[in-house]
């Protein structure tokens, strides 16, 4: 997924956190502005990886990871948050998308032999105090693959809380959120050919095997190197977070459940795949024009 360049009047800054680059282009004619609002986006970002992030510690997912039995632990409400986007995107999913395989994930990387080891214990999100209750100890969460999303949605809303007048925001090269009615061009890069979209006021992010290899573990299925989907997808979506739950999820379907999602779920606005070197059209939609590849 090639980001666009950025148009005259944007001001691109970058930031890095969460083992990734951020870049934000935001447009506006007053540039002292755009600066400052960036300096906030950055300042928030940085406060949301010390909550979100499993490997800093005392952080709440960090926290979460080594509850004991009947414990509960009170979290912050921006991770709470998330939990709750997390287990909602789960649903959508068909179980697809799921936070709580962080001891799979684990497997792995580790490049440990064998089958994945099964999913066992049981986390309670309370869905209207922020807290989660560790019932059965074995579940680890692993937000990596929506905090990021996560992360853009919040800028997003501080953004549109200053008054702004568009942006496009980048989590890597994985992740991208337009905000504003600035139409915003992309380009996704298939091994022969390319599309081109054009973004506005959604969501878009890729998933595949590129550059992580195979590092999306199936929720119920045993075999450590699941065949996927394809080597790369990207789904569309209105928010970055359910851009990413989806771009993870459509990875693990075959075409027949490609199909049926894609049919029952309006939270998936748009999906391609590359197959064959070419990227094609999974669920085409109005509210996000596209060229045929070339």
Not at 161 to 188: H, K, M
Request: a negative charge; proline letters at 6%; aromatic letters at 4%.
């Amino acid at each position: 997924m090639t980001p666009p360049v950025p148009l005259p009047e944007a001001l691109r800054v970058t930031h890095e956190a969460m083992h990734t680059t951020f870049t934000l282009h935001l447009i506006g004619e007053n540039r002292q502005l755009a600066a400052e609002v960036a300096r906030e986006c950055f300042d928030l970002l940085d406060n949301l990886e010390g909550k979100l992030s499993r490997f800093l510690d005392g952080s709440d997912v960090f926290r979460i990871n080594r509850l004991r039995a009947g414990e509960t632990l009170y979290l912050s409400e921006p991770c709470h948050q998330c939990l709750l986007l997390a287990m909602q995107a789960c649903t959508q999913t068909g179980g697809l998308f799921d936070i709580t395989v962080g001891t799979r994930i684990e497997h792995l990387k580790s490049g440990a032999a064998g089958l994945l080891p099964p999913l066992a214990g049981r986390l309670i999100i309370h869905p209207d105090v922020a807290a989660i209750t560790c019932e059965i100890p074995g579940r680890e969460i692993d937000l990596g693959g929506i905090g990021k999303g996560f992360a853009l949605d919040q800028m997003r809303d501080l953004l549109l809380d200053w008054g702004l007048g568009g942006a496009l925001l980048a989590a890597g090269a994985s992740t991208l959120l337009a905000v504003g009615p600035q139409p915003w061009p992309v380009a996704l890069a298939g091994g022969l050919t390319a599309r081109q979209l054009a973004l506005t006021n959604q969501a878009l992010s890729a998933s595949g095997t590129d550059v992580q290899g195979a590092h999306i573990v199936h929720p119920s299925g045993e075999d450590p190197k699941p065949v996927y989907l394809s080597n790369r997808v990207w789904a569309v979506a209105s928010t970055a977070t359910l851009a990413e739950a989806w771009s993870t999820a459509l990875m693990l379907m075959d075409p027949d459940e490609v199909t049926a999602a894609i049919a029952e779920q309006a939270t998936l606005l748009q999906a391609y795949a590359e197959l064959n070197g070419k990227v094609e059209v999974l669920k085409p939609s109005a509210s996000c024009s596209g060229t045929s590849p070339h």
